[in-house]
């Protein structure tokens, strides 16, 4: 279908012999702001990782931009952020600017070299994460936070289409957080960029997300978060306290 | 004998430029296996290096041309341990590199016994290197210094966050392919300048000597490379001064100037705090 940017249909993901997604399946239309939320091992991650095809799936289909997995060569058409900063070895030796320049190659041909002009999208990808001052410092070297900023800015220096965020603030405070989500919503509104984005914060990515998916191993909900707040379903599923609880932070 | 009178002879100026290139090469993939925590893959190949040799000279073949493609061969069966069978990286470095001595013994065993020919494998003589022996070696250095080039950036992607440079269309599984067997073959050619059982020091020790200065990427490669080229030409011209063994002499300066490094940074964190 036009404008369907990820298709998932009926796909089931085992670890070994532990069923992890059974039988996921929904759309994401070009334009969305789609949150997934769902408690600790439901399934988040995973899902994210047989999208991108980083991990192999048991059975069903994924489709990118109207392409199958197998077929599908244009990820420069994709920003991603990964979970977990724990893969960063803290004495690897390149600085922000490097770091950042990496989000650049998929869109370029052999041998993937720098130009001129890339070092201009480097530095607004800096601006809009307010990370200029420490572009020559090395990755190792900064807090928590300042990495994820980084590692978001190497996720859109390539002006994505589709952007795709695990857990992105995980290591912001509250205020460094709501101004990220407050420039994802720009992102989102102004140029158009389909985004995703993994969060245990469904009260929190309500009050910006055009869409929920509440994932545990399968789909509980897929909506909006207003039909979210009204689902009968939901409060069988929650409870009305608990509910009311994510859907009142949300107002 | 003075450095400069010595570089008259022959052997002294075949044994700088190939022990150079030779050098330059294992800096920069040093880096990348360093950073990849796979350093000890040397040391490993090197083993397998020491059963291939003993193969060249129980075949009565030049022991490089069999050591090439079995220690290119091994290295990439190191990789599909790792990578298929879901073994732990340095236990698959473990069995290739055990059984590499185990056949060596065993083939030098049935050839009668081991012979010089094999102990000057083991801890290296560059300066006894042939005309042959130093254009195989900057060949295959050229041809390996254009391979990290030309792929610079999908290795630094693939060595920093592999899962992103897999999202990035990168190939991360022919990155990969291709380190190994480029350190298969830097291996192989290291056996000349330092010995086998030295050559993990020249992949490592201009490495973490890089490391210790906290460049961006591109300056820890330069840092590297000048260091084990340095190391290279102060070892050879310091063993003819002294009249040491030239691999050991070589290895020893990479670990002065590993120290004198590693001494620097701590005094200027010191001094920063």
């Not at chain 1, 999208?51 to 077929?71: A, D, H, N, P, Y």
């Not at chain 2, 294992?26 to 490993?44: A, F, K, N, Q, T």
């Not at chain 2, 490379?225 to 063993?239: D, W, Y």
Request: net charge neutral; aromatic share 10%; with cysteine.
């Amino acid at each position: 279908m036009p404008g369907e940017i990820i298709t998932v249909q009926h796909l089931n993901c085992r670890y070994n012999s532990v069923e992890v997604l059974s039988d996921i399946s929904f759309a994401v239309q070009s334009g969305d702001y789609v949150g997934f939320v769902g408690p600790n091992g439901s399934g988040k991650t995973t899902l994210v990782k047989a999208i991108l095809r980083l991990i192999r799936q048991e059975s069903g289909t994924v489709s990118l931009f109207g392409k199958g997995l197998g077929q599908f060569t244009e990820w420069f058409r994709i920003g991603y952020l990964p979970q977990k900063l724990s893969f960063l070895n803290p004495n690897f030796p390149a600085t922000v600017k490097e770091v950042i320049s990496l989000g650049l190659f998929a869109k370029k041909k052999f041998p993937k070299r720098l130009e001129k002009s890339d070092r201009i999208l480097i530095d607004e990808a800096m601006n809009l994460m307010d990370i200029t001052d420490i572009r020559d410092a090395l990755i190792g070297e900064l807090s928590g936070g300042q990495q994820q900023r980084v590692l978001v800015a190497r996720a859109i220096v390539n002006g994505p289409e589709l952007l795709i965020l695990d857990e992105p603030t995980t290591a912001f405070d509250p205020e460094a957080r709501e101004q990220f989500y407050h420039t994802l919503q720009n992102l989102n509104r102004n140029r158009q960029v389909t985004i995703i984005l993994v969060t245990h914060d469904s009260a929190t990515i309500g009050k910006y997300a055009s869409k929920l998916l509440y994932l545990d191993k399968k789909v509980i909900f897929f909506g909006s978060f207003d039909a979210f707040c009204t689902s009968e379903h939901m409060t069988s599923y929650f409870g009305e306290f608990a509910q009311h609880l994510i859907c009142h932070r949300h107002d | 004998m003075d450095m400069l009178g010595a570089l008259q002879y022959e052997f002294i100026r075949r044994a700088i430029i190939a022990g150079s290139f030779i050098a330059l090469v294992c800096s920069l993939l040093g880096v990348l296996l360093v950073l990849r925590r796979y350093s000890l893959i040397g040391d490993g190949l090197a083993h397998v290096t020491f059963g291939s040799v003993a193969l060249g000279l129980f075949l009565k073949q030049h022991p490089l041309s069999v050591a090439i493609p079995v220690v290119m061969v091994s290295s990439l069966g190191i990789l599909k341990l790792t990578q298929k069978a879901k073994i732990y990286g340095d236990a698959a470095i473990g069995i290739v590199s055990s059984l590499g001595i185990a056949l060596g013994v065993l083939i030098a065993s049935l050839s009668g016994g081991f012979n010089i020919d094999l102990f000057s494998f083991l801890f290296g003589n560059i300066l006894s290197i042939t005309d042959i022996e130093v254009y195989t070696s900057i060949g295959l250095s050229v041809a390996v210094l254009f391979m990290i080039i030309f792929f610079y950036n999908e290795h630094l992607s693939a060595t920093f966050d592999e899962e992103f440079a897999r999202v990035s269309g990168i190939d991360t599984e022919r990155i990969n392919t291709l380190l190994v067997l480029l350190t298969g073959i830097t291996v192989v050619l290291t056996m000349k300048v330092v010995g086998i059982m030295l050559t993990s020091s020249l992949l490592i020790l201009p490495a973490v000597t890089a490391l210790q200065f906290a460049q961006g990427f591109k300056g820890t490669m330069v840092i590297s490379s000048c260091v084990a080229v340095v190391s290279v030409i102060t070892g050879i011209s310091l063993s003819l001064l002294l009249n040491i063994p030239t691999g050991a002499t070589i290895v020893l300066m990479n670990f002065i100037f590993f120290a004198c490094a590693f001494l620097y940074r701590h005094i200027s964190q010191k001094g920063l705090h």
